[in-house]
């Protein structure tokens, strides 16, 4: 009994030696992401979109690049496109909450312009640990109502997965508002329900939904790191309880 006790211990203890080696790996994955000078960098034919009418320039930055008037853009759209359906759900609006999250200093940002200088649209994104693995995190695809549904939306969503699994994260991870029809714009790409995505029941409902699309490369050991949840857990990064909500709207 006692050397079986024993074998077992030291079973577990291997176990969680080799889990926490791989959580040190996929952070050192995460860290040298956020090290970059410029994530588009590689892929200079999707600096510029040219289609349906819309002649566009993007690039990335870190948000600590943004002058005050990008930023100032950016909190704006966010709230015209977004405020009526947190307020329409459990979560409601709340201007600081929300200017906190995307002034967050992890926070990147892909930006389109048109050739004039005009803003159209942006993703929030970062580099981040979600579930013990190495995602891309969509916080944000807003686009100023008058350019939506032409193709500028997808064309982003695409560049935010090229610089994700470039960079070997192992999912383009996201949070949409069941309110929010855009929702549909993610099937269309592919995106599926994430395992971490909570589960509602009769006592307890969630006004949101998790989706993902996994790196196909990495594919083979992206579900080992996910933790043991209970029935209808939410994601570590939903932020349920803190107020700090993100989901994107879709083009």
Not at 9 to 16: A, D, G, Q, Y
Not at 48 to 55: A, D, Q, T
Not at 97 to 109: G, H, N, Q
């Amino acid at each position: 009994m006692g050397r079986k006790s024993s074998a077992k211990s030291k079973e577990k203890r291997l176990k969680r030696k080799e889990e926490q080696q791989k959580i040190l790996q996929a952070m050192a994955v995460v860290d040298k992401a956020n090290k970059l000078t410029d994530p588009l960098e590689p892929f200079p034919v999707f600096r510029k979109f040219n289609k349906n009418g819309i002649e566009a320039e993007l690039f990335t930055q870190r948000v600590t690049d943004l002058d005050e008037s990008t930023k100032s853009w950016i909190f704006n759209l966010t709230k015209r496109n977004m405020q009526l359906k947190y307020e329409q759900c459990s979560w409601g609006w709340n201007d600081n909450k929300k200017m906190e999250e995307l002034m967050d200093e992890a926070a990147w940002y892909l930006i389109a312009k048109g050739v004039d200088g005009t803003f159209l649209g942006f993703s929030h994104f970062r580099f981040d640990m979600d579930e013990g693995i190495e995602v891309l995190y969509c916080y944000e695809l807003q686009l100023e109502p008058a350019i939506q549904r032409k193709g500028l939306g997808k064309f982003m969503m695409q560049i935010l997965e090229l610089i994700a699994f470039k960079n070997n994260m192992r999912k383009v991870i996201l949070t949409i508002l069941k309110n929010n029809h855009y929702s549909k714009f993610f099937r269309a790409l592919n995106y599926e329900l994430d395992e971490t995505s909570p589960i509602d029941y009769q006592d307890e409902t969630f006004p949101y939904e998790i989706l993902s699309k996994v790196n196909k490369r990495l594919a083979s050991s992206t579900t080992t790191n996910i933790n043991n949840k209970k029935p209808g857990q939410a994601n570590g990064h939903s932020h349920c309880c803190s107020g700090h909500h993100h989901h994107p709207l879709m083009s």
